[in-house]
């Protein structure tokens, strides 16, 4: 085993809780850099609660979770109803945050900075918003201008809660081509999903949440379990790369 | 016409309380409007007044050790003020209340008990200076007071900056990267407990709040860009103030109340002819539907 094969991110026998009321016990495993894990389970499942326990955000009652992750490359990405979309910033200026965590408070940027988040809005299409408030944004291009500041960020552990709600479907296809590739450059994705469709496309592994129980599966073996034989596009949105 | 220029608008500045009190206003309008566009981006622009109270039995307890000082009432004031926002973010770590909640609660404690303090130890007239100021018996220690304590705030704020709107847009953020946020908001209410220190000496405990609040919030009907908002709220301070003093100064009128409503007028003159949001902005909407792009 070489040492980029080595878990990212490792929960042992961890125990969750809110207040008093437990809500997962027993979940285990080894998340690998550059696999993408979709996380399901119903409302209340307790998916909120483990993505809080991997941020370091609720320390666990027994168990732990060990992240080799350095803080700075982390990236959570809540759902859209999180924001503040009246703040005054523009698209670029919102990828352009992505570089603070290791770029620091008081260093300006140069120009290699600025063409970095050039490529980086050209690849999610959004190079034409690039100076549109984000209050003006919709749903989709928002969720694009979001991850681009993930990529600014060169995030090495990426979770995501429902990216693809209230999005339009060239930018779910955009987005699971740039986050494909983001895993095949090594970064650790685990996405909180609903949709079946965009589970089968996206999914390396899937971790389902179900009664306060954690169980690992292939996204195959779901899809025989729960879902009725349908045809699942196997194009990764190639047709919509570059337009908005 | 010249003439008249110059009665109105240099002539008073030849008494030397007139000069003093316009520099400290031009240095307190540079340093509490950028704390007040921050404080509106955040849904907080009501903890402004609730931390200009909370300075208040501060103020009283340093008026009591060493009567009218200002420098040991500001001290008093500072020290107080910190005291009373970091009680209160105890509180709502501790017990699941919301900041604004237990801000609330300690604010009005403070008032009384500043207010209290105050009476026990001197005259009505002693209150009123506390409570509302007196810009115009800005002396030159207090000068420097506040111009050392706006150009804390400025530094202080240009360093804290980017962590600042990262916060404020997203705090969830830096909250990814270890918890971070802690220092930053912290950061922020101090400079919020400074610029009240600064701003009673010359309005008041009670009116300084109107001098970082008001320009922000007219600024938010100019501009959608954060450089814009602090820049116009700046200017709209500025003008404010200084308008402000040479009106009280001509038509014998209070100094501190006429700055704050002439940052008022500003207010509602942007409400109703604003670039964005203002009623004037709605109407002109109606007449040009494609530009109006729906946000959702």
């Given at each position: 085993m070489s040492l980029n094969d080595l878990p990212r991110l490792k929960l042992e026998n961890l125990h969750l809780a809110q207040g008093r009321r437990?809500?997962?016990?027993?979940v285990d495993g080894d998340i690998k850099p550059g696999a993408i894990t979709a996380l399901i389970g119903a409302n209340g499942a307790g998916k909120s609660t483990l993505i809080q326990a991997i941020m370091g955000e609720l320390r666990p009652i027994s168990g732990k979770v060990t992240c080799h992750v350095p803080a700075e490359r982390r990236a959570w990405l809540p759902?859209?109803?999180?924001?503040?979309?009246?703040?005054?910033?523009?698209v670029e200026e919102l990828v352009m945050t992505g570089s603070w965590p290791s770029h620091g408070a008081l260093k300006g940027y140069c120009a290699a900075h600025y063409r970095k988040g050039r490529d980086i809005m050209a690849r999610l299409g959004i190079s034409h918003l690039?100076?549109?408030?984000?209050?003006?944004?919709s749903g989709g291009q928002r969720q694009r201008a979001l991850i681009g500041r993930t990529l600014m960020q060169e995030a090495e552990l990426l979770l995501l809660d429902?990216?693809?709600?209230?999005?339009d479907s060239d930018t779910v296809d955009i987005l699971i081509r740039i986050l494909r590739q983001m895993a095949d450059d090594g970064t650790t994705i685990i996405v909180v999903l609903h949709d079946m469709d965009h589970l089968q496309r996206l999914a390396d592994e899937v971790l389902m949440l179900n009664g306060g129980h954690a169980r690992w599966m292939a996204p195959s073996a779901l899809h025989q379990q729960h879902m009725p034989a349908q045809v699942v596009p196997l194009t990764l949105g190639g047709r919509h790369a570059g337009t908005a | 016409m010249l003439e008249l220029l110059n009665a109105w608008?240099?002539?008073?500045?030849?008494?030397g309380f007139m000069r003093r009190a316009v520099v400290g206003g031009l240095a307190l309008s540079l340093a509490a409007p950028p704390l007040g566009v921050f404080l509106v981006l955040r849904g907080m622009s009501l903890i402004g007044d609730a931390l200009a109270h909370a300075i208040m039995p501060g103020v009283a307890i340093g008026f009591l050790l060493a009567g009218f000082s200002l420098p040991i009432m500001s001290i008093g004031g500072v020290l107080f003020g910190l005291l009373v926002a970091l009680s209160a973010g105890v509180v709502s770590k501790m017990g699941g209340q919301r900041e604004d909640a237990a801000l609330a609660s300690f604010f009005i404690i403070s008032l009384a008990a500043g207010v209290l303090l105050i009476s026990i130890g001197g005259s009505s007239v002693d209150l009123t200076h506390v409570l509302?100021?007196?810009?115009?018996?800005?002396n030159s220690t207090a000068l420097l007071l506040i111009a050392g304590i706006s150009t804390l705030i400025v530094v202080t704020l240009a360093v804290v900056f980017r962590a600042l709107v990262v916060e404020c847009l997203d705090p969830l953020f830096l909250r990814g990267?270890?918890?971070?946020?802690g220092w930053v908001h912290s950061v922020f209410l101090a400079l919020l407990v400074l610029n009240m220190t600064a701003g009673f000496q010359t309005l008041g405990t009670l009116m300084a709040v109107g001098l970082m609040m008001l320009p922000a919030t007219a600024a938010r009907f100019w501009s959608r860009r954060l450089e814009g908002l602090m820049a116009i709220a700046v200017v709209l301070a500025m003008t404010a103030s200084t308008g402000g003093l040479l009106l009280s100064f001509h038509?014998?009128?209070?100094s501190g109340p006429s700055i704050i409503l002439l940052a008022g007028v500003g207010y509602f003159f942007s409400a109703l002819?604003?670039?964005?949001?203002s009623l004037a902005a709605k109407l002109r909407r109606k007449t040009t539907p494609l530009s109006a792009e729906t946000s959702m």
């Open positions: 437990t809500v997962l016990e027993h759902q859209q109803l999180a924001l503040d979309l009246t703040f005054p910033m523009s690039a100076h549109r408030p984000l209050g003006e944004l429902e990216p693809f709600a209230n999005v | 608008f240099i002539a008073p500045f030849d008494y509302f100021g007196s810009i115009l018996a800005v990267q270890n918890r971070r946020n038509l014998d009128i209070p002819f604003g670039r964005y949001h």
